[in-house]
């Protein structure tokens, strides 16, 4: 199966800042990789994507970079907003297993 | 409008009484999928289906049932629900089987099992 783990789990940042959050999978079969953002009590909406014969995709003021040879992926949000305050996964689809694993979430709080 | 809609959203239920959840799509999606999220473990995949009568377990199916006779619905049973089956259970739809299609969510179910 596949493995992923997501850091940080908690991200506290200013207004205006920029936050990263990092993944990191174990199986190079896995092929295509998307994030998803759950605001509280809502559900998870995905924010963007990423497949594997592309090393970044941006997105207004979100960003994905994908980097196969060391198994990592990273959302990047810019000049961060209160609304961008939510929970976010990762998540890799693995191609021969058809599906989906999540990373644990990373808890962002963007203050004013 | 494009909507997967799950049914309740909340509800409380004693140990060993039978549930049904339901989740309906109007997408025409191939692929149906449950999964639960628990504080710290993320979301966790208990059954999906690739098209009707064609289901398959998740990572953690035990003590639960899922049923898909049409395309568009695919209920999660609990036949004799436990305490540690509280969570929050999202339904979860994707167009195809293939590359790059992300799952579009239904809006939750929070269950609690006394």
């Known amino acids: 199966g596949e493995n992923v783990e997501q850091h940080p789990s908690t991200l506290s940042v200013q207004e205006g800042d920029s936050a990263v959050i990092k993944c990191t999978y174990s199986d190079s079969a896995s092929n295509y990789f998307p994030w998803y953002k759950q605001e509280l009590g809502k559900r998870p909406q995905l924010i963007i994507d990423i497949r594997s014969n592309v090393g970044e995709k941006k997105d207004q003021r979100i960003a994905v970079t994908l980097n196969k040879t060391a198994k990592h992926f990273s959302l990047h949000i810019t000049e961060t907003q209160p609304e961008d305050s939510a929970v976010y996964f990762c998540?890799?689809?693995?191609?021969?297993?058809?599906?989906?694993?999540f990373g644990s979430g990373t808890k962002l709080n963007v203050k004013p | 409008e494009a909507q997967v809609t799950q049914n309740p959203r909340y509800l409380i239920t004693v140990t060993g009484k039978k549930l049904t959840v339901t989740c309906s799509q109007n997408m025409n999606h191939e692929y149906m999928s449950w999964y639960r999220q628990d504080p710290g473990l993320g979301l966790r995949q208990i059954y999906y289906?690739?098209?009707?009568?064609?289901?398959d377990k998740g990572d953690v199916p035990e003590g639960y049932k899922v049923s898909r006779k049409e395309k568009r619905n695919f209920p999660l049973i609990l036949e004799s629900p436990s305490p540690n089956q509280t969570s929050l259970y999202f339904c979860a739809t994707r167009a195809g089987t293939g590359l790059d299609y992300g799952y579009t969510f239904g809006s939750g179910t929070r269950l609690t099992v006394v």
């Open positions: 289906s690739m098209n009707v009568e064609v289901t």
């Open positions: 998540a890799a689809h693995l191609y021969n297993f058809n599906k989906f694993y």
